[in-house]
């Protein structure tokens, strides 16, 4: 897909709106979590930005994954989560401020440690490839990935504060423009890849579903430490369960050029919104209106 001008330049500036609508949900006080609950935000910022990525290469070991798919699956386990994260914790009465919290910390941190996970895959991965090797550029790419994630973020919180009742019409709009986003390059990678799709899916399918479960009890599990609340913890697990996979798409499709690894994300992409039902179920069932609104996070 490289040279597709809807890959080199639409993709980027979709992220870049969708970011700017995560930035139009917050405000400075949001930050303030990181004071309230400083244990949930460090476990779930670790969970995302260093323990799946590291669990991720344990997986590719256990499944065997082809060296393709398995940067793949390092590049959507390095992902943080997104807007649509913040949308499932509010459906699944999870601790809202935390996820979004939790997401702009992460997107951050990110922008630092993809690079760095990404190019330790392609050099344990392809390193004995006959072509020339893949690398990401690490300088070109925190800096690309500074002005698509952080900046739109920082421009959405000035217009939020400015004005907010544009910042909310405006927040809906960029949600819902999100998923269609997300939707439309699956569809085209599947049609890139469509001779290969069937072996691509069977062998990316198992990795992404067991990469996501185990996301998702990793969450849970924190909820065991001392400090953390059930709803932290569900929240923790949604973070870790419902990733940016519309970055993954964008790694993998505009920084590397690789239309098999970014099957991965593609299929993490679909598979995460039924698991994330589940958790919505889950939490609705768990905390009921009258609990959630009786005990604070």
């Known amino acids: 897909m490289q040279g597709n001008p809807l890959i080199e330049f639409g993709l980027p500036i979709s992220l870049m709106l969708i970011m700017a609508g995560m930035g139009l949900s917050l405000t400075l006080r949001d930050f303030h979590q990181v004071v309230v609950y400083p244990r949930a935000m460090v476990l779930g910022s670790l969970g995302q930005v260093a323990i799946l990525p590291l669990l991720a290469f344990g997986l590719i070991a256990l499944l065997?994954?082809?060296?393709?798919?398995?940067?793949?699956?390092v590049v959507i386990a390095g992902c943080p989560g997104g807007t649509t994260s913040n949308v499932f914790t509010y459906f699944a009465r999870g601790t809202l401020a935390l996820s979004i919290t939790l997401t702009v910390i992460a997107s951050i941190v990110t922008v630092f440690t993809i690079?760095?996970?990404?190019?330790?895959?392609?050099d344990f991965y392809t390193?004995?490839?006959?072509?020339?090797?893949?690398?990401?550029?690490?300088?070109?790419?925190?800096?690309?990935l500074l002005i698509i994630i952080v900046l739109p973020?920082?421009?959405?919180?000035?217009?939020?504060?400015?004005?907010?009742?544009?910042?909310?019409?405006?927040?809906?709009?960029?949600?819902?423009?999100?998923l269609v986003v997300l939707a439309a390059l699956i569809i085209l990678i599947v049609i890139q890849v469509r001779s290969q799709i069937g072996s691509l899916l069977a062998q990316a399918g198992p990795a992404a579903i067991i990469l996501n479960l185990v996301g998702i009890a990793l969450g849970f599990a924190f909820g065991k430490v001392p400090g953390i609340s059930h709803r932290d913890a569900l929240t923790i697990a949604v973070e870790l369960g419902i990733k940016n996979g519309t970055l993954g798409l964008m790694v993998t499709l505009t920084l590397l050029g690789n239309e098999q690894m970014a099957i991965p994300s593609a299929v993490y992409g679909v598979l995460m919104f039924i698991f994330g039902g589940a958790l919505i179920a889950y939490g609705r069932k768990r905390f009921p209106p009258a609990a959630v609104e009786a005990k604070p996070a």
């Open 127 to 144: 390193a004995g490839s006959p072509d020339e090797p893949l690398r990401l550029p690490v300088l070109e790419t925190i800096v690309r």
């Open 153 to 178: 973020v920082a421009v959405g919180m000035i217009v939020r504060a400015w004005a907010p009742r544009t910042a909310a019409r405006l927040e809906r709009a960029t949600g819902i423009f999100g």
């Open 64 to 73: 065997d994954l082809p060296p393709m798919l398995a940067v793949g699956l």
């Open 115 to 122: 690079p760095l996970f990404v190019n330790l895959a392609l």
